[in-house]
């Protein structure tokens, strides 16, 4: 079945550090795809998506560029801060199945210092 | 514009008493519905989703139950909790019509059975 791996965290950086968390994703159709970000004692946000191959999504300077060639969806952000500290999470879903369901990483906890 | 709410946002509660959590979504109709729950250390694990009224999958056998009883109501329910129950509950909603997008989160109920 469809799956997504993250890399295991938790990650720390500096304040302005480069930032990369690496996704990888196993589908049998072609899926959308997505990250989530969970701050402290929240619920998840969508940060961003792209919807097929070699689309790139963006908010709030991160990235993420759909590798359908390496089945990627890594997470990049030139410059974190400390407000940046959060979980987050890739996740896919399958298209034209009415009802499927988004299918999570584990999360990547990030910890920014300043 | 659409709201999601979910409540309470705690409970404490004992090896073998009931549950029901509530999650409502306005400003939309016939949304797709999704409970998922977030062990510690354990990322997201989908518990049950529903695309109508009274339609209800379950995606892990275990002790909890759903049902949406109207359009924007979806509630989780367990007639004895177990301590493995614990964990960070999360309602979310989603519409198919403009194809598989992302999901909107609920601020999530945080459950502890003692």
């Known amino acids: 079945g469809d799956s997504v791996t993250q890399m295991e965290g938790p990650v720390t950086l500096s304040e302005e550090a480069f930032l990369t968390i690496n996704c990888t994703y196993t589908a049998t159709g072609y899926p959308s795809l997505f990250w989530y970000v969970q701050y402290p004692g929240e619920g998840l946000q969508l940060l961003l998506k792209?919807?097929?191959?070699?689309d790139k999504g963006s908010n709030k300077g991160f990235e993420a560029t759909y590798r359908k060639e390496t089945t990627s969806f890594h997470l990049e952000k030139g410059s974190v801060q400390v407000s940046d500290s959060a979980v987050y999470f890739c996740?896919?879903?399958?298209?034209?199945?009415?009802?499927?369901?988004?299918?999570f990483g584990k999360g990547t906890t990030l910890s920014v210092s300043s | 514009s659409q709201t999601i709410h979910q409540w309470p946002a705690t409970l404490v509660q004992p090896v073998g008493s009931p549950l029901s959590l509530e999650c409502t979504v306005e400003g939309t109709s016939n949304p797709n519905l999704y409970w998922y729950r977030q062990a510690a250390g354990r990322g997201l694990q989908l518990l049950f989703y529903?695309?109508?009224?009274?339609?209800i999958s379950s995606e892990v056998p275990q002790n909890l139950s759903a049902s949406r009883p109207q359009d924007r109501q979806f509630i989780l329910s367990s007639k004895k909790l177990l301590l493995s129950d614990s964990g960070f509950y999360l309602c979310?909603?989603?519409?198919?019509?403009?194809?598989?997008?992302?999901?909107?989160f609920g601020s999530g109920t945080r459950l502890t059975v003692v």
């Open positions: 996740a896919l879903r399958d298209s034209n199945q009415a009802g499927t369901a988004l299918i």
């Open positions: 792209a919807t097929k191959a070699d």
């Open positions: 529903s695309v109508g009224i009274g339609q």
């Open positions: 979310a909603w989603s519409r198919e019509e403009s194809g598989p997008g992302g999901y909107t």
